[in-house]
Structures are given as structure tokens and as C-alpha cells.
């Protein structure tokens, strides 16, 4: 079995949690509150520009043009479209996406960008690889199950959100879990299990982010500035 295949078995509990969280249930069924569409958009806003960020550094450890040209395709897919499934939120809840921009990170979204950076800054491409894979993979699995399960229509609210991640997060993931299976033949058993880890938290963060979303964490006590 591939390494990504592995990781992607070890999640699997996670992602099953993920497919059944009330948020992604909400988009099934059409009937998410608007003020937690809001939340979500306010918050992933900023986490795509942390994961472009983290793009950046990936490529400042690239070693061929080949690599960096994944990474940079790879920003120019979040500048330029993922753009759609926000605004297909923005739509729903009635507000621009320009107003959404800006807010401070909620706790959750705080620690899944905290550890993503962290990980950047003190590991491997491996390790990078691993830490972002669960992003587009879990989304991958969101959108393909939801084709599936709810076949939605045109008229469905979330009709655009479902076939963008159902159709479109499927080249990322594979070209990541290539890249990520290449580069476990020649890691060390350290390098292994630290690659498992950084995954294996980043699924449970992606659960924590729609949580969070559908919850409206905020801090417990109230921010006054941007944190
Ligand atoms: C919390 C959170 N997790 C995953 C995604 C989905 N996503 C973000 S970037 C990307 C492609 C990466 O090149 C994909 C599929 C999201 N929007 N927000």
C-alpha cells in the first residue's frame, strides 16, 4: 500500500466524522443558518491566505521547477477560484464577499494555520506535503459524496459549492499524494511518523474548522484587536 493510501486509512475515522458533522450536513440539505455561512467565509477568507503563505514557503524549499510550478498553480487555483464556493455562500446569506474579509482568526482556525506554519517553517517538503494534503483531500471527499448522495440541481443553495469540490479537488490531491509517496521512499522512519502526525492533525483541524463554523466559536473573552 501506498504511504498516502496509509494515511488516508488512518484518517478514515476522521473524514467519516467530517461527512457526518451537522455543518456538511447543512450543505446536503440546503439549511445552514446565515449567520454561520457568514462565520465560515469570514474565517477560511484568512485561512487561504495562510495556506497560500505556506505555498510560498514550500516553493522557497523546492529544489526543482517542476515542484515549483505545483505550488505555484496551486495559488493561482485559490486566487482565482476558489473564489466561487465562497461566493456561492456569500449569495446565500445575502452579503458581499468584500464585507467578510479582514476578521481575526477564531480559536480554531488559529490553531489550524498555527500548526500548518509551524510545520512549514520546521519541516520537510515531505512534511508540507503532509500537513496540507488533508485540506483538498478531505473537501475532495465532501464534494464526491455529496454529488452522489444529494445529486443536486441547479436550484440546490449549494448546488455550485458541491460540484466545485466535488469536481475540481481531485488533481491536487492526487498530484500531492504522488509528490508525498515519492518522497516516503527515500524518508527516514523519524521523518515517517512525524508526516503521519502533521496529517493526522490536520484532519482533525479541518473537523474543528467546520465545528467551529457551525458553532460560532468565538474567544471566550471577546477580542478587541486583531489577533
Ligand atoms: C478549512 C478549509 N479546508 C479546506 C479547504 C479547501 N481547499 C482549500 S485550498 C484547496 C486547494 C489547495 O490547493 C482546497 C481544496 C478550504 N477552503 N478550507
Given at each position: 500500500m501506498s504511504f498516502s493510501q496509509e494515511l488516508r486509512q488512518q484518517g478514515n475515522y476522521i473524514f467519516e466524522a467530517i461527512y457526518d458533522h451537522p455543518f456538511v450536513r447543512g450543505i446536503a440539505e440546503g439549511n445552514l443558518k446565515k449567520e454561520q455561512l457568514i462565520h465560515y467565509v469570514k474565517q477560511d477568507f484568512e485561512y487561504l491566505n495562510a495556506y497560500m503563505r505556506i505555498y510560498g514557503i514550500a516553493i522557497s524549499k523546492s529544489s526543482t521547477r517542476e515542484e515549483i510550478e505545483v505550488f505555484n498553480e496551486q495559488i493561482q487555483f485559490i486566487l482565482h477560484s476558489e473564489i466561487h464556493p465562497h461566493n456561492n455562500f456569500c449569495r446565500m446569506a445575502g452579503?458581499?464577499?468584500?464585507?467578510?474579509?479582514?476578521y481575526p482568526l477564531s480559536p480554531s482556525a488559529h490553531h489550524y494555520i498555527r500548526h500548518m506554519l509551524t510545520v512549514a517553517h520546521e519541516g520537510s517538503l515531505g512534511e508540507i506535503m503532509a500537513v496540507l494534503l488533508p485540506c483538498p483531500w478531505t473537501y475532495l471527499d465532501i464534494g464526491q459524496r455529496l454529488l452522489d448522495e444529494v445529486k443536486p440541481t441547479e436550484r440546490h443553495p449549494f448546488y455550485e459549492w458541491i460540484h466545485f469540490y466535488g469536481s475540481h479537488a481531485d488533481g491536487v490531491t492526487s498530484k500531492f499524494c504522488n509528490r508525498l509517496d515519492e518522497w516516503a521512499l527515500k524518508s527516514t522512519d523519524e521523518e515517517l511518523a512525524r508526516m503521519r502526525e502533521h496529517f493526522m492533525l490536520s484532519c482533525q483541524l479541518e473537523y474543528m474548522f467546520w465545528d467551529m463554523a457551525y458553532k460560532l466559536e468565538e474567544w471566550p473573552v471577546p477580542v478587541t484587536m486583531n489577533i
Open positions: 452579503v458581499s464577499y468584500e464585507q467578510l474579509q479582514g
